[in-house]
């Protein structure tokens, strides 16, 4: 299990009640914490080892104490061993017999197997800002993506989907709607845009440059859109949005997820430049499936994943706006698959 280092910055006056906190949550005796004095002895600095079950727990009771506070900062750090090892003393309580206490009544806190709400907010928002960095992503992708479709070669896609410059924005938009963040929502969608445009634009001046007279299979493949297609980007979506939370690299994730976003946005590029009109209207549709199945499938499974705000009148606020914008992603794609079957019909 991944481990976290929880660093605590506060002034001296609030180490009693820092103590007390991290005591109470600590879920066992190998999961130990100390002190040090900082600055002149003004202020302490707390340190934690603990499991990645156990963060999120913590950093809520941590934040609901300090968040009225102006002189305090919580420092979360990844941890690649400890020696000793940590103690797990579930497994040798198993046998025990269970004692109730008035205090072991109570609701036990919830051991999350995914990173901390704070750590995913983190990841997430280095990938969802506009910047020049990620205007070169995408702008390499696209390139690498052309030139796959253009060869039919599918190790030259999978480059492009490697590098992933569309995963990011994605998972802001449902993290956003999950925790009803109207500022990451804004930033990831302006992201979103920016990089479809801008993907488009130089798969359309490669298409229009370059002979499409004999398409490839890897393009044929991405102009018709089948119900299998809406299956798989459900199933990716899922997915990946699951190894985000565990904290699989964003590389490895954008392989699975990458599939239903960059190569038919490229090919819809690709085809409008050379004046396929039929084509390319079929690659947005398998396109636009993509994003409404990814988006569908994130913020459901950041929900089941119980990633909420940490009030409870945000959880509130975030709980309608994330049914409203399932119910959007929702009727869209009823749309689009009552739309799928009447032209199967024909």
């Not at 907010?121 to 030139?147: E, G, K, P, Q």
Request: charged letters at 20%; proline letters at 4%; one cysteine or more.
């Amino acid at each position: 299990m991944p481990l976290r280092v929880i660093e605590i910055i506060t002034p001296r006056a609030d180490k009693e009640e820092v103590t007390k906190t991290l005591e109470k949550h600590r879920p066992d005796e190998g999961y130990v914490f100390w002190s040090s004095p900082l600055d002149g002895d003004t202020s302490l600095i707390f340190r934690m080892i603990l499991d990645i079950q156990d963060s999120e727990n913590v950093l809520d009771r941590l934040e609901s104490i300090f968040s009225w506070k102006e002189k305090y900062r919580i420092i979360v750090f990844p941890v690649e061993a400890t020696i000793p090892r940590l103690k797990n003393l579930d497994e040798e309580k198993k046998n025990e017999p269970e004692i109730v206490t008035p205090e072991s009544e109570a609701e036990p806190e919830k051991r999350r197997n995914r990173l901390s709400r704070e750590e995913l907010y983190a990841d997430v928002l280095d990938t969802s800002m506009l910047t020049r960095s990620y205007m070169l992503l995408v702008t390499f992708s696209s390139v690498v993506a052309v030139i796959g479709l253009m060869r039919g070669n599918v190790a030259i896609i999978i480059g492009a989907m490697v590098l992933a410059p569309l995963l990011g924005p994605n998972v802001g938009l449902s993290l956003a709607t999950t925790l009803g963040d109207e500022k990451l929502a804004k930033a990831s969608s302006k992201t979103l845009i920016f990089g479809i445009l801008q993907a488009l634009f130089i798969s359309s001046i490669a298409g229009f440059f370059l002979d499409l007279s004999d398409l490839s299979s890897e393009l044929i493949a991405r102009t018709t859109t089948d119900f299998s297609d809406i299956v798989l980007a459900i199933v990716s979506g899922a997915a990946g949005i699951i190894s985000f939370t565990m904290g699989v690299p964003t590389s490895l994730v954008g392989v699975m997820v990458a599939l239903s976003l960059l190569p038919p946005l490229s090919a819809c590029g690709l085809f409008i430049g050379a004046g396929h009109t039929e084509y390319a209207v079929g690659a947005a549709v398998l396109f636009l499936a993509n994003i409404i199945c990814l988006n569908l499938a994130g913020v459901v499974t950041f929900l089941l994943q119980g990633v909420q705000p940490l009030t409870w009148w945000k959880r509130e606020k975030a709980r309608t706006t994330a049914l409203r914008i399932i119910a959007v992603w929702g009727f869209l794609l009823t749309a689009l698959i009552a739309l799928l079957y009447f032209e199967f019909l024909k």
